[in-house]
């Protein structure tokens, strides 16, 4: 028999109201996954294209690999960035669960300071030798994009983990010394090839958003890269519909019904996916056509909001496996207003500073793309 032993919370009050907690969580959740597709899909997309880009044949992969190149540590340090401040809102809503998580997968959980920094020193690597010594930098990115998918393995074991407080016991008595992954759970497997798909479907749909304004000063290029990566966004999204239904039935059963059962759960789950056959639709219609502007770029919103949707269905599936065991409701608040608004301040100002420098590059990559042309 399994005694159920789940650490007590942390006696220190909640600094804000739950709600207000959930939705910043769910914000930054939402701005860390956008950069970590950016950081993961970005860094598989210029690692296959460098490969097709060696042959003669196929010079825009090669320009794409080369102008995507200096983009990849700027995701990375926007993934980093805001995946700290998520895991933050994690650690002060679900501290006892996930501080336990952690320390049963201790080792796995170690190296990934380990992995960030081969991995970000790879895609700097990678940005400054593309072209100088393009077969070392290529090695190097492979291994700089292993490190990041070994990193997202970690991070979907302990996230599911910590929703399972059943299985600690059993897990620590095997293994005390933290070198354990979470392989027993059912839904392993599936939860991190949907992420890892998504990140590249993700990803595509910002680059077939990215050719549309290539192709005000590069036609051919810009006409090449939307169309492209609107197959590629369309076969990913038809991976998902597979690797999703494998998540869903390999969840418990009565979790999974929820999904269809209970009004908001089963609301989201319909409009993000209608959403993402929409932005099928429109990107591989806008593909073709002849002023794709209008029809990619509401594909592009359309992507957007179906990862905003699951981001929401993720909190959601979370409270479902956690209410027999845990409930944040029950925390005590004592509300910090002045450290609540010196963070929204803070917060506000950050993003407002971000939106700034990603217009500055833009502008900036437009006028180069033009001199570029003129000569």
């Not at 008595?173 to 933290?178: M, N, S, T």
């Not at 392989?183 to 910002?206: C, D, K, N, Q």
């Amino acid at each position: 028999m399994t005694i159920l032993t789940i650490p007590t919370p942390d006696p220190m009050p909640l600094p804000a109201p739950l709600w207000l907690l959930h939705t910043l969580l769910l914000l930054v959740l939402f701005l860390h996954l956008l950069a970590m597709n950016c950081a993961l899909g970005g860094g598989l997309t210029v690692f296959l294209n460098a490969l097709r880009g060696r042959s003669e044949r196929h010079p825009f992969s090669r320009q794409l690999a080369t102008e995507l190149a200096p983009m990849l540590p700027i995701f990375v340090a926007f993934t980093i960035t805001l995946g700290v401040a998520a895991l933050l809102f994690v650690q002060v809503i679900y501290g006892n669960l996930l501080y336990t998580s952690s320390i049963l997968l201790g080792a796995a959980w170690m190296s990934v300071i380990l992995l960030v920094i081969v991995g970000y020193y790879g895609y700097y690597y990678f940005s400054h030798h593309a072209e100088k010594s393009p077969r070392s930098a290529v090695a190097v990115l492979a291994v700089a994009v292993l490190c990041f998918l070994c990193i997202a393995f970690v991070l979907v074991n302990n996230m599911s983990l910590m929703l399972t407080p059943n299985r600690w016991q059993q897990m620590y008595r095997a293994h005390p010394g933290g070198f354990n992954l979470n392989f027993g759970e059912p839904t392993l497997v599936s939860r991190y090839l949907h992420m890892l798909i998504g990140a590249i479907g993700v990803f595509t749909a910002v680059l077939a958003h990215l050719g549309v304004r290539k192709m005000r000063t590069q036609p051919e290029y810009g006409a090449w890269l939307v169309r492209r990566s609107s197959v590629i966004f369309a076969l990913t999204t038809g991976i998902q519909f597979i690797t999703g239904t494998w998540f869903v039935m390999a969840m418990p059963r009565d979790i999974a019904m929820s999904l269809f059962r209970e009004p908001l759960p089963g609301i989201v789950f319909g409009v993000s996916v209608i959403l993402s056959l929409v932005a099928m639709v429109l990107l591989l219609i806008g593909s073709t056509a002849v002023k794709p502007g209008p029809l990619v770029h509401a594909g592009f919103l359309c992507a957007l909001l179906t990862l905003a949707l699951m981001v929401g269905l993720r909190h959601m599936v979370r409270t479902a496996y956690l209410a027999p065991h845990f409930d944040p409701v029950t925390l005590p608040v004592n509300s910090q207003t002045g450290v609540i608004l010196l963070f929204f301040v803070s917060f506000v100002a950050g993003l407002a500073t971000v939106g700034y420098m990603v217009a500055k590059v833009a502008r900036a990559s437009v006028t180069a793309a033009r001199a570029a042309g003129a000569d």
